[in-house]
């Protein structure tokens, strides 16, 4: 397996990896995770074959592991300006609203919704490909596409109280 | 004009682009008489659109260093130490999980867990704000034992945390920022005992500095800042311990107190 070929995949890993959990720090530790456990079976990966959906499927077995269990999934991280440089990139100031709103309406779409949405939006994958990665029927994969759809509609339509995100104590 | 029915898959497809061409057509010409549909798929448009502005960003990051070594096969034993198999980490991992957890549930949970030996020297998964601000939650709100050995017993206090995290380990002088030492406890960390000493000014507002000696392996960083409800955490890594204060204090109070201890500890 080659450095650069799996060095390409890690900025797309880390988008769906935040788009699913929605801060940084966790995310990074996922895509962090899903690499070592794809070093430590990289010999069960076969040469040739489409080492993307390889990767996405080891990240997704490993998150539904995590979602067994309870985490403080609303810890938010981010850099002081006035002490360091780096600049977060993400929520330029005009748009910070809309993105909060958007994100915190992706926080009430059931997980197994929200992954499709995201499958099918960031990666552009197929519903046949987000099948066999999932490793559910196609029909499943519509029927979730449909309501996670629908769900957010109405959410950002207003036509659903948006909660806000809770911190876990 | 073709009699094939509609069906929620083939509007689906269609935002997605993946109809052949004839049955996009189809599509369209129902779209065009049936405008509630059509309303539905331009909104799951919009969303698709939404979702992509929101997070392809992300592809332009900087990657972080310990992901792009990871693009190659990750040396076991960079650090000297044993690491002969990835499924000890994760076990041992998994074991630091639960700990989390049960630190996470109270402290009788916490009670019925031994702090497991640091065989691996690895980072794990709990970033070290959302560790230091549990641990935080925890243990400031309790009035009668917030600490497992209190300030009165300093010396004993240095000598028990530098044994067992194995390096020397003074608790930083606070008491010129106003706010005085109230004791200090270990407790499981990812892969062994990490230290909290803890802090109060006049008023009983209280700061806990977590010290933890698992980030030896991770190069210097500037501070950083967390927030995790009412608690705030700034912390720094300084290439021998990974370092975070946190309290329900501002962020500037935060950063003043923060900059005396990393320059306390700086002097050693």
Same mark, same amino acid.
């Given at each position: 397996m080659e450095s650069s070929a799996i060095l390409a995949e890690i900025p797309r890993l880390r988008r769906y990896a935040r788009a699913m959990l929605g801060n940084r720090a966790a995310a990074d530790d996922l895509v962090q995770d899903t690499l070592e456990r794809a070093w430590t079976r990289f010999d069960k990966w076969r040469a040739g074959s489409n080492l993307r959906a390889w990767l996405f499927s080891i990240m997704h077995n490993l998150r539904v592991d995590q979602l067994r269990r309870p985490t403080l999934s609303t810890l938010s991280t981010y850099s002081i300006n006035e002490i360091e440089n780096e600049i977060p990139t993400r929520a330029?100031?005009?748009?910070?609203?809309?993105?909060?709103?958007?994100?915190?309406?992706?926080?009430?779409? #059931?997980?197994?919704?929200?992954?499709?949405?995201?499958?099918?939006?960031?990666?552009?994958?197929?519903?046949?490909?987000?099948?066999?990665?999932?490793?559910? #029927? !196609?029909?499943?994969?519509?029927? &979730?596409?449909? &309501? @996670?759809?629908?769900?957010?509609?109405?959410?950002?339509? @207003?036509? !659903? #109280?948006?909660?806000?995100? &809770?911190?876990? &104590? | 004009m073709s009699l094939n029915p509609v069906s929620e898959t083939d509007l689906h497809a269609y935002v997605d682009s993946a109809l052949p061409e004839a049955r996009r057509t189809e599509i369209e010409d129902y779209l065009n008489q049936h405008p509630d549909e059509a309303a539905r798929v331009r909104a799951y448009v919009a969303q698709k659109k939404a979702l992509q502005a929101v997070f392809n960003p992300v592809l332009d990051e900087p990657l972080p260093e310990n992901l792009r070594s990871l693009a190659s096969p990750p040396k076991m034993t960079a650090t000297g130490r044993s690491g002969n198999a990835f499924l000890s980490h994760y076990s041992l991992r998994r074991i630091a999980a639960g700990v989390v957890i049960a630190l996470a549930s109270g402290y009788a949970g916490w009670l019925a867990h031994t702090p497991h030996q640091p065989t691996e020297s690895r980072i794990a998964m709990r970033p070290l704000p959302q560790q230091a601000a549990v641990a935080h939650v925890v243990f400031s709100p309790d009035a009668r034992r917030p600490v497992e050995v209190l300030a009165e017993q300093e010396g004993q206090l240095v000598a028990w945390v530098s044994k067992r995290l194995g390096i020397p380990m003074h608790p930083p002088k606070l008491a010129p920022l106003g706010y005085e030492l109230v004791g200090g406890r270990l407790l499981p960390g990812n892969s062994g005992p990490v230290a909290q000493f803890m802090y109060q000014d006049n008023t009983g507002r209280r700061l806990t500095l977590y010290v933890s000696p698992e980030y030896t392996t991770t190069k210097e960083t500037a501070f950083r800042f967390a927030q995790e409800g009412s608690v705030n955490v700034l912390y720094w890594v300084d290439g021998q311990c990974g370092y975070a204060l946190s309290g329900s204090i501002e962020k500037d109070e935060l950063a003043r107190v923060s900059t005396a201890v990393y320059k306390q500890f700086e002097h050693k």
């Open positions: 330029i100031q005009a748009d910070a609203l809309e993105v909060r709103d958007l994100e915190s309406a992706l926080a009430q779409i #059931p997980d197994e919704q929200r992954e499709i949405l995201m499958l099918v939006a960031l990666e552009e994958m197929s519903y046949a490909e987000i099948s066999t990665l999932l490793n559910i #029927p !196609v029909g499943t994969v519509m029927s &979730r596409l449909s &309501r @996670g759809r629908e769900k957010l509609r109405m959410i950002m339509e @207003g036509n !659903v #109280p948006a909660t806000k995100l &809770r911190v876990v &104590r | -």
